[in-house]
């Protein structure tokens, strides 16, 4: 069964511009979340998408925003760029919500200039 | 409201032993182990349900106190391999689906 899968792999931007990131989730699993990693912040939760509607929100700015389209693949958007916004983004899937594992894709690295 | 791990770093011989702890402020309704190592991605290692279940690998063990709202993860024997660092995830009984990380404790097993 294929994992996770995140595109691009690696993305540089620059301030003020837009960026929108994608994730396939395992077959079968209608769970997404998203999550920002940086060395000083650690892991971040972003949101979850379950069959098209957010479950779940995190602490983030309305600047960053998903969508889940029917086949369940997932879509982040980062609107008006910072230099702090810089960070692997990463995308995880599972096949419902609640006390379910929880499996990662490889991530998106964004470098904002 | 994010989980508490200890101890933050941790270096360690093969073959030694070495517990990693997660606690939580708020009732919990399950708690995900994951590893990482530089450059890749958390790989999942255990999931403990509210209510007593475990899935996870065979070599790591962990435990969870639903009364204190904490979770230890064992590792014995420890092999190179298991250098990373390693997140424990808590889903809260108010937010089920929503996932939220420690800070992480970084292992290090030395030859």
């Known amino acids: 069964k294929a994992g996770v899968t995140q595109t691009p792999r690696y993305l540089i931007k620059t301030r003020g511009q837009q960026v929108t990131l994608s994730c396939s989730p395992i077959?079968?699993?209608?769970?997404v979340s998203w999550y920002q990693q940086t060395p000083g912040q650690g892991l971040q939760f972003l949101f979850e998408?379950?069959?098209?509607?957010?479950?779940n929100k995190g602490n983030f700015p309305g600047r960053f925003s998903g969508r889940q389209f029917s086949n369940s693949r997932s879509e982040m958007n980062v609107s008006t760029l910072e230099l702090g916004d810089s960070a692997l983004y990463l995308c995880?899937?599972?096949?419902?919500?609640?006390?379910?594992?929880?499996?990662f894709g490889p991530g998106t690295r964004l470098l904002v200039l | 409201q994010q989980p508490v791990q200890s101890p933050q770093a941790v270096i360690l011989r093969e073959g030694e032993d070495a517990v990693i702890n997660c606690s939580s402020s708020k009732a919990l309704y399950s708690v995900h182990w994951y590893r990482q190592k530089h450059g890749e991605a958390p790989v999942f290692l255990m999931i403990?349900?509210?209510?007593?279940e475990q899935k996870g690998h065979e070599k790591i063990s962990a435990s969870f106190n639903e009364k204190k709202q904490q979770s230890s993860l064992y590792l014995t024997a420890s092999q190179l391999s298991y250098s990373g660092t390693y997140f424990c995830?808590?889903?809260?009984?108010?937010?089920?689906?929503?996932?939220?990380f420690g800070q992480g404790t970084t292992l290090q097993v030395k030859p």
């Open positions: 077959s079968g699993h209608r769970s």
């Open positions: 998408y379950f069959s098209e509607t957010q479950r």
């Open positions: 995830g808590t889903e809260g009984l108010s937010d089920t689906g929503k996932l939220i």
């Open positions: 995880a899937s599972r096949r419902g919500t609640g006390q379910e594992t929880q499996y």
């Open positions: 403990l349900l509210k209510g007593g």
